[in-house]
């Protein structure tokens, strides 16, 4: 959750620098794109190319043709799906606005950090609701127009289980301790303490191992072999639980290992990712649907772009 939270404080203070520079570096507010019966004059589509790319500079890329056709498609099927919305009276409640507001204050930022954004990104907050009540709008729409997708049958769910079998699977994982040491005698010397006294492992890990867990008395929790560096990985998966491996070199010292426990790989159960493909079939049948629906969009719906506008377009370094 407090990585949720930081995420959206970076995104608000994102947008309003972003914002911020597009209004002040602006020479004019020409036309650039009409779709439909929206314009949107050059200051528009800057802030919203800048946004698409987070502050990161474009200048030089988007004098390259297919660089800029593909942003521009993005741009234009934005708002292709807005002016549906228009035609079709979908609009977005001040209620569902006010609901979404309150999940993000709420949840993720305090109104003094959210304030702080808008003074040091010289933006209102009307600028950023504006945007923020666009991106609402568009998923709504979005959600009208799939909504009598069928999801997919039982026997389509099981196709995909039985084709994506490796998506389905898990490796065997064990959990082991490990003593590190930095030189081929300090680990031999520790090998022989264990020898002579047994169940010594935690306390000498802690004394003397130099790897990060050597606190918890060197446990390294559930760990598949292909996430070990290979001399490691070849040395533990091949030890019986239980027993104290010889030293062993690896690029980090020198180790010596025991393997506490083992959890043997297998194959999630169909039951227990029902749900799971069912979303994700659904979610890529919506998104086949939504490409054609807005290509129809294009041939309905009229577009001109103004390249002219567009060439005298200009960025912030």
């Not at 800048?50 to 474009?58: C, P, Q, R």
């Not at 498609?73 to 979404?100: P, R």
């Not at 010397?189 to 169940?199: A, F, G, T, Y």
């Not at 393997?259 to 049948?285: C, F, M, N």
Request: hydrophobic share 40%.
């Amino acid at each position: 959750m407090n990585n949720l939270r930081y995420f959206h404080i970076a995104w608000w203070i994102c947008f309003a620098f972003i914002c911020g520079c597009s209004i002040l570096n602006s020479k004019d507010d020409k036309i650039a794109l009409v779709i439909g019966s929206e314009k949107i004059s050059i200051v528009t589509l800057k802030d919203d190319l800048e946004f698409i790319f987070d502050g990161i500079n474009i200048a030089n890329s988007f004098k390259e043709e297919a660089f800029r056709k593909s942003l521009l498609k993005q741009i234009i099927d934005h708002y292709l799906i807005l002016e549906y919305g228009n035609k079709n009276g979908i609009k977005l409640s001040e209620n569902e606005f006010q609901a979404a507001m309150k999940v993000i204050n709420n949840d993720y930022i305090e109104e003094s950090a959210f304030r702080e954004a808008l003074i040091r990104g010289y933006v209102d907050q009307s600028q950023w609701q504006r945007r923020f009540r666009e991106r609402l709008l568009v998923k709504k729409i979005i959600k009208i127009v799939t909504e009598n997708i069928a999801p997919p049958e039982y026997d389509e769910i099981k196709e995909y289980y039985t084709t994506n079998h490796n998506l389905f699977t898990f490796p065997q994982t064990i959990k082991f301790r490990q003593i590190v040491t930095s030189t081929k005698k300090e680990a031999g010397d520790l090998k022989k303490q264990l020898q002579q006294k047994k169940n010594q492992m935690s306390k000498l890990a802690k004394k003397y191992s130099i790897a990060p867990e050597a606190r918890e008395g060197g446990i390294v929790n559930w760990v598949a072999e292909n996430n070990l560096e290979e001399s490691m990985a070849k040395a533990v998966f091949n030890l019986p639980v239980g027993k104290i491996s010889p030293v062993i070199k690896t690029p980090y010292g020198y180790h010596i290992f025991e393997v506490i426990s083992i959890r043997p790989g297998g194959r999630i159960a169909l039951h227990q990712v029902l749900s799971e493909i069912k979303t994700k079939i659904l979610d890529k049948r919506k998104q086949s649907f939504c490409n054609q629906w807005v290509n129809r969009l294009r041939k309905k719906i009229t577009i001109h772009v103004y390249d002219d506008v567009l060439d005298s377009l200009e960025f912030c370094k």
